[in-house]
């Protein structure tokens, strides 16, 4: 490749602008396209993502609410309670699971610090709670075990507790140690938390399930219990999950076709539902850009075909100077390519910056920050310059394949 | 220079067998200006596209050189014609967006020199030619005589041994053909072995020899 490779390159593309330019139009717009559409289901995703999936995603919980069939000589919809004992009977019954946190809530509990006050969510949670809801620390410490056996008036705030009550400008670090009233009582905060992209997960504060249970729910009963599933295989949760909820109908007393007296929901299944719904978006998404590109591709090819045959002589006069097959190939291929290249540049860097142009407007909770990933480009560019050649092969041989001799024939 | 043995040609026109060259034996000396004649369909073409390994032959035995060129690839072909021989064409068949300097230079492109002795030495040749200040300029803005000069420097370029010019004054004027046809013989002095194809007797008794061609096989040759 040396100046008058680019020369030619140049002529070649450049002798009739209008062809060229639809030409690399086409492929321009389906590079966008793709660009756009793959921006668009990352925005879709990461949406969705932060909406649902404030809590990790190898994970079952425990829950339950009203009974709606008789059975066993217990009335139809009848409230259905998961005690202390329970719980412990359902723990000490299962293999050794990687994570486990009983959980009791109450909404709208009022928080105060100093002069300022505000209604958050209270959790009272296990140690376990951390990994189970991938709690993002700031500063500070988790609920403990020791917390939870000595029950101790401990609290961990959420990052939009922390705005909304301390002074302006309050680390992290300054608001540990600090004491509040949880619905009158006084908590020392031991840790704060920021949730990035979960609205309601940052407006919530957590003590230990033991404080909550006695001072807030004054009874034994379990809100839900989540248990962490690590490394187990979607099939082995079912099993899980099937077995779990036969076990706790029978001591619940619940009917086995009682669709709402107990469940336990399985959340791998929805992560696994969301990977293959997502997995479908972005076949879609690749598919549909493939199908644009290959429009353009034949442009190319094309307009490739019309400069071979447009050029017939000059590769004739070329051979008989000396031109191998190969060189001619190699002109073309790299005709072809550049222009693939250029065009497929332009809807690129257009594709980038439509999104980045749209991104701060179109916030939503089931989108958000549309992007497209550096892979996701370089794939493009690669599909691109394999487009190039395969669409310029044709034409190519076409060329090989002229004779000097007649192409320098005289008319 | 040239040794041609038997050369026999047939093009394959549909289901028919049309036989063009019918045994040619030839020898051309290294230095010799030759001129082939004969009237259209002699097969005057097929020989010289045949001498400048731009064509195949079916049976007989070609030697250019010394070397044997029986059955070349194509690629073997395009090394023989950059390395031993010189093209120019009735038509001039110079690239029409490029400069005169760029043509000249172009075979020198497909044998890998560097772009800078490219330019310098189809600057000497241009100079050669007597075209040094039309470097820059485009073939439509030169006239035909000078566009044959260009193509002569072109195929002087590459230092060939032969030099195959077919109808090189065709398409040209009386006065301009032997302003040609001097360069030729210029060129001829310093050694080169010139094969030129022409139905104009001036421009065939300008050359040491004519070989006549008739419906495929060598009339008769006179020094």
């Known amino acids: 490749m040396d100046r008058d490779t680019w020369l030619e390159i140049f002529h070649t593309v450049l002798s009739n602008p209008l062809r060229t330019g639809l030409t690399g139009l086409s492929i321009a717009l389906g590079i966008f396209i793709l660009v756009v559409m793959q921006g668009l289901g990352a925005g879709l995703e990461t949406g969705v993502k932060q909406t649902f999936g404030d809590d990790a995603a190898n994970l079952m919980e425990v829950e339950t609410g009203n009974a709606q069939l008789a059975f066993r000589g217990r009335k139809p919809n009848r409230r259905v309670e998961l005690h202390n004992s329970d719980e412990q009977a359902m723990r000490s019954q299962m293999d050794s699971v990687p994570a486990w946190s009983r959980l009791v809530y109450r909404w709208g509990s009022t928080v105060r610090y100093g002069n300022e006050q505000g209604s958050y969510g209270l959790r009272g949670v296990d140690p376990d709670q951390r990994e189970i809801g991938q709690v993002n620390m700031t500063a500070g410490r988790f609920v403990s075990d020791r917390d939870i056996d000595q029950r101790r008036k401990v609290a961990v705030i959420g990052g939009q507790v922390l705005a909304d009550l301390f002074p302006r400008g309050t680390k992290p670090e300054q608001a540990v140690g600090s004491l509040i009233q949880v619905r009158g009582i006084q908590f020392a905060v031991v840790g704060t938390f920021n949730q990035t992209g979960s609205r309601w997960e940052n407006r919530s504060v957590y003590v230990p399930f033991s404080t909550a249970q006695k001072l807030f729910s004054n009874s034994d009963v379990v809100s839900r219990v989540a248990i962490g599933t690590g490394e187990a295989s979607i099939d082995d949760t079912r099993e899980t999950t099937t077995s779990l909820t036969g076990w706790l109908k029978d001591r619940l007393v619940v009917h086995p076709d009682d669709a709402e007296g107990v469940w336990v929901d399985n959340r791998n299944e929805q992560a696994e539902m969301y990977r293959q719904i997502f997995g479908g978006i972005r076949l879609f998404v690749w598919f549909v850009g493939m199908m644009t590109l290959l429009a353009g591709a034949m442009g190319v090819a094309n307009i490739m075909a019309i400069v071979v045959r447009e050029r017939t002589k000059e590769i004739g006069v070329r051979k008989a100077l000396g031109a191998t097959s190969g060189s001619i190939v190699a002109q073309i291929v790299q005709e072809a390519v550049f222009l693939m290249l250029i065009s497929g540049c332009i809807g690129l860097l257009a594709g980038t910056w439509l999104l980045q142009g749209i991104a701060p407007f179109v916030e939503h909770d089931f989108f958000s920050d549309p992007r497209v990933d550096f892979r996701s480009a370089l794939l493009a560019l690669g599909v691109l310059i394999f487009v190039g050649v395969i669409s310029a092969i044709g034409p190519a041989l076409r060329a090989v394949s002229i004779r000097p001799v007649e192409a320098l024939r005289d008319e | ?223």
């Not at chain 2, 047939?10 to 000396?29: F, H, N, P, R």
């Open chain 2, 1 to 223: 220079m040239i040794e041609l043995k038997s050369i026999r040609k047939a093009y394959q026109t549909g289901s028919q067998s049309l036989t063009v060259l019918k045994g040619i034996d030839c020898t051309i000396e290294e230095g010799e200006l030759v001129a082939i004649m004969g009237s259209s369909g002699s097969g005057k073409s097929t020989l010289l596209n045949v001498l400048g390994l731009l064509d195949d032959f079916d049976e007989g035995s070609y030697v250019l050189n010394g070397q044997n060129m029986d059955g070349l690839s194509e690629k073997a072909a395009a090394r023989y014609r950059s390395d031993f021989l010189g093209f120019v064409f009735q038509s001039f068949n110079l690239i029409s967006y490029k400069t005169a300097l760029e043509n000249v230079a172009l075979p020198l492109y497909y044998q890998g020199v560097p772009r800078k002795e490219r330019q310098a030495r189809a600057l000497s040749f241009l100079t050669k030619v007597g075209l040094a200040d039309w470097a820059e300029h485009l073939p439509n803005q030169m006239s035909g005589g000078q566009k044959q000069r260009v193509a002569i420097a072109r195929a002087l370029i590459t230092n060939p041994s032969v030099i195959l010019a077919d109808e090189p004054t065709g398409a040209l004027d009386s006065v301009t053909s032997d302003e040609v046809m001097a360069l030729l013989k210029e060129i001829n002095g310093e050694g080169i072995t010139i094969v030129v194809v022409t139905h104009e007797n001036e421009i065939a008794n300008q050359c040491d020899r004519i070989i006549r061609l008739k419906d495929g096989r060598i009339e008769g040759a006179n020094a």
